[in-house]
Nanobody
Framework: QLQPVESGGGSVQPGGSLRLSCAASRFTLDYYSIGWFRQVPGKEREGVSCIDSSDGTTYYADFVKGRFTISSDNAKKMVYLQMSRLEPEDTAVYYC???????????????????????WGQGTQVTVSS
């Protein structure tokens, strides 16, 4: 089974923007959702955003709401994370992960824990500094 592949990371100044891309060939096929996670040294990997393949419903962690936008192009089997108004605290390795269920669990909560996702990309570094 093909794994997701991230790209688009880089270095940007505070207030700047980056768009991350995730090539997920099985999006809408085997995977019901694609999530973005991030991790910095010494911290747990945390959920950033997620999109359901079925209807395009999107979910965001509180710390990125209003700044990040997740989107998908089903024809291209691509998922994007548009990051705007980036802050130094956004510096992390960002991962694209595929889930064989929708973005929410049985209680309707957005799944932000990495154990809930099945296949992972290699990660792409995002650095926000002046």
């Amino acid at each position: 089974q093909l794994q997701p592949v991230e790209s688009g990371g880089g270095s940007v100044q505070p207030g700047g923007s980056l768009r991350l891309s995730c090539a997920a060939s099985r999006f809408t096929l085997d995977y019901y959702s694609i999530g973005w996670f991030r991790q910095v040294p010494g911290k747990e990997r945390e959920g950033v955003s997620c999109i359901d393949s079925s209807d395009g419903t999107t979910y965001y962690a509180d710390f990125v709401k209003g700044r990040f936008t997740i989107s998908s192009d089903n024809a291209k089997k691509m998922v994007y994370l548009q990051m705007s108004r980036l802050e130094p605290e956004d510096t992390a390795v960002y991962y694209c992960a595929a889930r064989q269920w929708g973005c929410t669990d049985h209680s309707g909560s957005y799944v932000t824990y990495p154990q809930g996702f099945d296949d992972w990309g290699q990660g792409t570094q995002v650095t926000v500094s002046s």
